[in-house]
């Protein structure tokens, strides 16, 4: 089976902190992609990545960044925290079509 | 102009009916087309992958239709356990484009 880890299920952080999400796959997958899930907006892109070191903008990258240093991690990093970042993180992998969720990442800033 | 559009709802249907589920999206040259269940706070996770021919699973059908930009999903003989929120996803080249979902209910 596939496995996507997210390094935790649920965070708090302070307005102005740097925050740093982090990801692994364990399939060896080309492809890894970071969302956030917002009630009524649905699943929106931040980053994603097809290769080590290689990333692209999604639809909503401000205020944030990501690093891929190794093929199956996948770093989110908020550079300041803000309140309206506060939402739910998901990781995703793909091979070819079908994605692999990670468990998500709660986060609230205070 | 969403990518991909669905009726929200909530759909609140009782066991054992048939509820349909559409979607449509924007990108004419989208290729690959999927429907995901999550649940709860849970994350997504993959429930079909949908072709131009219409494909089945046990009580889930779905189908696409190319020429009008549009997916669909059929569940027949709803149990409780179907309850969740459907999310329609698109693929276009590396990226995926998901609908805000479908949220089910199924009533004893």
Redesign the interface.
């Known amino acids: 089976d596939v496995k996507v880890t997210q390094s935790s299920r649920y965070l708090v952080k302070r307005t102005g902190e740097k925050v740093f999400l982090e990801c692994v796959q364990d399939m060896d997958h080309e492809?890894m992609?970071w969302?956030r899930q917002d009630p009524?907006?649905?699943?929106r892109?931040i980053y994603?990545s097809?290769d080590v070191k290689m990333k692209?903008k999604?639809d909503i990258p401000e205020g944030y960044s990501v690093s891929r240093e190794k093929k199956e991690r996948f770093s989110l990093i908020l550079e300041s925290a803000s309140t309206n970042q506060t939402s739910?993180y998901?990781c995703?992998s793909?091979f070819f079509?079908?994605?692999?969720?990670?468990?998500?990442t709660?986060l609230t800033v205070l | 102009r969403k990518e991909v559009e669905q009726d929200p709802g909530p759909f609140n249907v009782p066991e054992g009916a048939t509820v349909a589920f559409n979607c449509t999206y924007s990108n004419s040259a989208s290729q690959s087309f999927f429907w995901y269940r999550q649940d709860g706070r849970k994350e997504p996770k993959l429930l079909m992958s949908v072709y131009s021919s219409g494909n089945e699973d046990g009580r889930f059908t779905a189908q696409l239709n190319r020429a009008s930009q549009y997916i669909s999903l059929l569940i027949r003989d709803s149990k409780l356990s179907d309850s969740a929120t459907y999310l329609c996803v698109v693929n276009a080249g590396n990226q995926f484009y998901f609908g805000t979902g479908t949220s089910l209910t199924v009533i004893p």
């Open positions: 492809n992609f969302y009524g907006l649905g699943l892109l994603f097809y692209e999604g739910m998901l995703a793909s079509d079908e994605q692999f969720f990670g468990p998500g709660r």
